[in-house]
């Protein structure tokens, strides 16, 4: 462990060996200043620090390091309650620790944070290196074993696969130019292979054929009065904001991204994702989503969306629908959205009608929303990358919770069924016989 130091001042010495004194170590219920002693083959301070078990909050001449458990606290800290910002971190560890809250120590945390998540995710890639996981669209087909592997001599399904496709824009993210400065530039990106880059959505931004009506809906649930003709009538259009003309798809200049669209299977593990840019829930969106889905799953899919109905028109329209026609790709209305959907359309497109959809709701997307919707306070005035590293650390958290709980979406149903078999068959046989041999005593 570190030594306590006599020096006033921190002091990186690189005459003989490097030395690094007077370090301020940061940890969950310890701060002290110390010195690091480091090994002979250790050529920066972080190697010095790492090996004592703390990350240092500059790369060269660190004057505070935070340690790895306190990083990994937080980290499972956040991931489990998203609310949970950096802010809130640093003002428990100064009441922990019995000084006053320093704003400035935010930024600090949130370095060696971005580092040890650099640190994770380079670690992982080794992993995944190694046991063959890095192939292209690995993920997508080994993330839920109930929707995507196939047994031998199975039989063939009606849908070989399931997915929801929504939007929410929730997690918007202002502009940093309507504050009057200039943003800074970070090359960083996403880590993740959940995103569709900007490029692979804008394929999709001028091939559909979209309505182009006027602008005459001020809201969209406003009341509508029936008229004669009105029985003979059969759209959805009017009443939803997404299955509008594009012009109507506008949002505030003041947001760079206004939000995100997802792809998730029928189990809720979420499978791809965009943002939306400065705009509403354009069309391009889930035809981009649509276009990695086919390529990754094939034919006999089936994707839910809450304006189904409408968006097929699109899709058929556009320069996917050939090839999702030649796929039996099927648009459905989930469950949640349909009965806001006239009979008629239910009829056609709410998946209680539709053979081989099971119980499958198609409203995952919904959840999935209900939890990221948290993350909303930590990343409206983030920068792109750190949003995308929140959502990124969110998304992986739930996959792997969902992934635990695939053996319950088994289990629980099989055991509800013998329930109700053994329930049956002890309630036939304690009922009275009636003359004709029937177990209905009112035979």
């Given at each position: 462990?570190?030594?306590?130091?006599?020096?006033?001042?921190p002091?990186?010495?690189?005459?003989?060996?490097?030395?690094?004194?007077?370090?301020?170590?940061?940890?969950?219920?310890?701060?002290?200043?110390?010195?690091?002693?480091?090994?002979?083959?250790?050529?920066?301070?972080?190697?010095?620090?790492?090996?004592?078990?703390?990350?240092?909050?500059?790369?060269?001449?660190?004057?505070?390091?935070?340690?790895l458990r306190?990083?990994?606290?937080?980290?499972?800290?956040?991931?489990?309650?998203?609310?949970?910002?950096?802010?809130?971190?640093?003002?428990?560890?100064?009441?922990?620790?019995?000084?006053?809250?320093r704003?400035?120590?935010?930024?600090?945390?949130?370095?060696?944070?971005?580092?040890?998540?650099?640190?994770?995710?380079?670690?992982?890639?080794?992993?995944?290196?190694?046991?063959?996981?890095?192939?292209?669209?690995?993920?997508?087909?080994?993330?839920?074993?109930?929707c995507?592997?196939?047994?031998?001599?199975?039989?063939?399904?009606?849908?070989?696969?399931?997915?929801?496709?929504?939007?929410?824009?929730?997690?918007?993210?202002?502009?940093?130019?309507?504050?009057?400065?200039?943003?800074?530039?970070?090359?960083?990106?996403?880590?993740?292979?959940?995103?569709?880059?900007?490029?692979e959505?804008?394929?999709?931004?001028?091939?559909?054929?979209?309505?182009?009506?006027?602008?005459?809906?001020?809201?969209?649930?406003?009341?509508?009065?029936?008229?004669?003709?009105?029985?003979?009538?059969?759209?959805?259009?009017?009443?939803?904001?997404?299955?509008?003309?594009?012009?109507?798809?506008?949002?505030?200049?003041?947001?760079?991204?206004?939000?995100?669209?997802?792809?998730?299977?029928?189990?809720r593990?979420?499978?791809?994702?965009?943002?939306?840019?400065?705009?509403?829930?354009?069309?391009k969106?889930?035809?981009?989503?649509?276009?990695?889905?086919?390529?990754?799953?094939?034919?006999?899919?089936?994707?839910?969306?809450?304006?189904?109905?409408?968006?097929?028109?699109?899709?058929?329209?556009?320069?996917?629908?050939?090839?999702a026609?030649?796929?039996?790709?099927?648009?459905?209305?989930?469950?949640?959205?349909?009965?806001?959907?006239?009979?008629?359309?239910?009829?056609?497109?709410?998946?209680?009608?539709?053979?081989?959809?099971?119980?499958?709701?198609?409203?995952?997307?919904?959840?999935?929303?209900?939890?990221?919707?948290?993350?909303?306070r930590?990343?409206?005035?983030?920068?792109?990358?750190?949003?995308?590293?929140?959502?990124?650390q969110?998304?992986?958290?739930?996959?792997?919770?969902?992934?635990?709980?695939?053996?319950?979406?088994?289990?629980?149903?099989?055991?509800?069924?013998?329930?109700?078999?053994?329930?049956?068959?002890?309630?036939?046989?304690?009922?009275?016989?009636?003359?004709?041999?029937?177990?209905?005593?009112?035979c």
């Open positions: 462990m570190p030594s306590a130091p006599n020096e006033d001042e002091v990186l010495d690189h005459s003989d060996t490097l030395t690094l004194q007077n370090i301020e170590l940061v940890d969950i219920f310890s701060r002290k200043r110390a010195s690091v002693q480091p090994q002979p083959f250790h050529n920066f301070p972080n190697e010095s620090l790492i090996y004592h078990g703390y990350l240092g909050c500059s790369p060269l001449h660190p004057t505070i390091a935070v340690s306190t990083l990994a606290v937080y980290r499972q800290s956040h991931r489990t309650c998203p609310r949970f910002s950096i802010q809130a971190q640093c003002k428990s560890l100064c009441h922990l620790h019995n000084i006053p809250y704003p400035y120590f935010n930024t600090q945390f949130s370095d060696a944070y971005d580092i040890y998540l650099e640190i994770l995710h380079r670690v992982d890639g080794i992993i995944k290196a190694a046991l063959k996981y890095n192939t292209p669209n690995w993920r997508l087909l080994n993330s839920c074993p109930c995507f592997y196939k047994l031998e001599g199975e039989h063939p399904l009606a849908f070989e696969w399931l997915a929801t496709i929504d939007g929410n824009n929730s997690l918007k993210r202002w502009s940093l130019s309507i504050y009057g400065t200039s943003p800074r530039h970070d090359s960083r990106t996403y880590r993740s292979d959940y995103w569709l880059s900007r490029a959505v804008d394929k999709f931004k001028n091939s559909a054929q979209t309505q182009t009506v006027r602008l005459t809906y001020n809201d969209d649930w406003e009341d509508v009065v029936p008229s004669a003709s009105a029985s003979a009538s059969f759209h959805c259009v009017d009443r939803w904001r997404n299955a509008g003309p594009e012009q109507r798809k506008q949002m505030f200049s003041i947001f760079d991204e206004s939000g995100i669209f997802i792809a998730a299977c029928r189990h593990i979420i499978l791809l994702a965009c943002d939306m840019v400065q705009s509403g829930e354009l069309a969106y889930p035809l981009a989503i649509i276009n990695r889905l086919l390529d990754v799953y094939g034919k006999n899919g089936g994707v839910a969306y809450d304006i189904g109905c409408a968006f097929s028109k699109t899709l058929n329209n556009s320069s996917l629908g050939p090839g026609r030649t796929l039996n790709l099927r648009m459905m209305v989930g469950a949640f959205h349909g009965h806001a959907h006239n009979r008629r359309c239910q009829i056609d497109w709410h998946p209680l009608y539709i053979d081989g959809t099971g119980h499958t709701e198609g409203e995952g997307c919904e959840h999935i929303f209900s939890s990221s919707n948290q993350l909303a930590g990343t409206r005035h983030a920068s792109p990358f750190h949003r995308h590293q929140a959502i990124e969110h998304f992986s958290f739930w996959d792997e919770d969902k992934y635990s709980a695939l053996s319950k979406l088994i289990l629980v149903p099989s055991f509800r069924a013998e329930s109700r078999l053994m329930y049956r068959y002890i309630l036939t046989q304690s009922l009275p016989r009636g003359s004709n041999g029937c177990s209905n005593s009112y």
